[in-house]
């Protein structure tokens, strides 16, 4: 057993089903929990608006709260740092003597790119870094064909899938979390701290109620929902439940809401949650599979001789609801205080602007992004692949 294991917590906010943080805490005396606020991520893109939105910051920011008070109910704690991770996760591991880094594995070009710096400054300290596959129902190594034969669409992925689902049952919660003797958790950030103004998020604030879902009520929102009459015709079951954002920044892993789903009785609601969960496997396959591609115009097809237009003074009409179309001004102004749709919202406005306006559908993808709380690369950038045609079917 080792001494001492630093855990790395990433798109991973939860105890519950945790098999990267439970083998952590197994495998080790101590361990050193540690999120890492990345300043990177809250830079203004080049067409003005942030990566991270600064309601979308808060959001996070009062998630990794709620995890803190989980962690010392444990006995723990959440060391807290702004920087580059792959710096400031191996000068942690060096100060305190770490045997290993824990961490889960992401599949998006960026976060792979921190992995492998990070691993790279921990082998010149002689230190292990684990990586654990989390994130979608299944393993790479479990599906029943290789990553380069991925089905081109999603049609037939499912097909293939329901007969070779094999989903392991979930995992409990660490039963204690023991720190070293002396540590310094570190002050949570403000937005200020984050290079962020308030003023951004402060009209926010006094209109709209703080209804959001957070890694302490995961299981009672998707309890809740599941307890619930039959969906309205046209909803969709992950966006629209709020489950999306249950799993965007890991409040639950997608095999505890597999199992929570399956112990339901047989009914459209549960097939449609079903169906919903796969295609978001099949999204982030599709990243594993095409990686860079999919955020670039030509999309995961590399379809070149589609053009889009670069007009910066038409996308600001999109985003500050000032088009030509009133319902979808409501849905941009709703977004940019909210930071949530609902799913068909999300493709009317997404349509609006690749193919009516036909601007640029990455500059879209960017700003979904930047708002939107329930944001994952894959499924994000995928969604916008489709709606723009050069996605997987």
């Known amino acids: 057993m080792a001494q001492r294991i630093v855990y790395w917590f990433r798109n991973d906010l939860r105890l519950l089903d945790n098999e990267a943080l439970l083998t952590a805490c197994n495998s080790s005396e101590e361990i050193l929990p540690v999120f890492v606020f990345d300043p990177r991520q809250y830079e203004k893109t080049r067409l003005g608006f942030r990566r991270t939105s600064a309601l979308r910051a808060q959001h996070l920011i009062e998630c990794v709260v709620d995890l803190q008070n989980k962690l010392r109910r444990k006995g723990g704690d959440l060391l807290l740092r702004i920087g580059e991770p792959e710096k400031i996760i191996a000068q942690i591991a060096e100060d305190f003597e770490a045997s290993y880094v824990y961490s889960t594995k992401e599949i998006a070009p960026e976060e792979t790119r921190i992995e492998s710096s990070l691993s790279k400054n921990l082998k010149l300290l002689n230190i292990d870094i684990k990586l654990f596959w989390t994130d979608t129902l299944v393993h790479a190594a479990e599906l029943p064909f290789p990553i380069s034969k991925?089905?081109?669409?999603?049609?037939?992925?499912?097909?293939?899938?329901?007969?070779?689902?094999?989903?392991?049952?979930?995992?409990?919660?660490?039963?204690?979390?023991?720190?070293?003797?002396?540590?310094?958790?570190?002050e949570l950030p403000s937005l200020k701290d984050l290079q962020i103004d308030p003023e951004e998020i402060a009209f926010v604030n006094e209109t709209i109620p703080d209804s959001q879902v957070t890694p302490s009520n995961a299981v009672d929102v998707l309890s809740k929902y599941l307890e619930t009459a039959s969906d309205p015709a046209g909803f969709h079951a992950l966006i629209d439940s709020g489950i999306s954002q249950l799993l965007s920044l890991g409040y639950l892993s997608p095999r505890y809401v597999y199992h929570a789903v399956l112990s339901t009785p047989e009914s459209e609601k549960r097939?449609?949650?079903?169906?919903?969960?796969?295609?978001?496997?099949?999204?982030?396959?599709?990243?594993?599979?095409?990686?860079?591609?999919?955020?670039?115009?030509?999309?995961?097809?590399?379809?070149?001789?589609?053009?889009?237009?670069?007009?910066?003074?038409?996308?600001?009409?999109?985003?500050?609801?000032?088009?030509?179309d009133t319902a979808v001004n409501a849905i941009m102004k709703k977004l940019k205080t909210e930071g949530n749709l609902p799913a068909s919202e999300r493709q009317k406005s997404a349509e609006y602007l690749a193919n009516t306006l036909d601007i640029n559908w990455t500059w879209g993808a960017m700003y979904f992004e930047s708002n939107l709380k329930d944001y994952e690369p894959s499924v994000t950038w995928g969604k916008w692949n489709k709606v723009a045609g050069v996605g997987q079917d």
């Open 271 to 324: 097939q449609n949650l079903l169906r919903d969960l796969l295609e978001r496997d099949y999204f982030h396959w599709t990243l594993l599979r095409f990686g860079p591609r999919i955020f670039k115009p030509s999309g995961v097809k590399h379809l070149f001789e589609k053009r889009w237009s670069n007009d910066n003074t038409v996308f600001e009409t999109w985003i500050n609801g000032e088009t030509d």
């Open 150 to 186: 991925l089905p081109s669409s999603f049609a037939e992925f499912a097909g293939k899938m329901r007969g070779n689902l094999s989903i392991k049952n979930a995992l409990p919660e660490p039963e204690q979390i023991t720190l070293p003797a002396e540590y310094e958790a570190g």
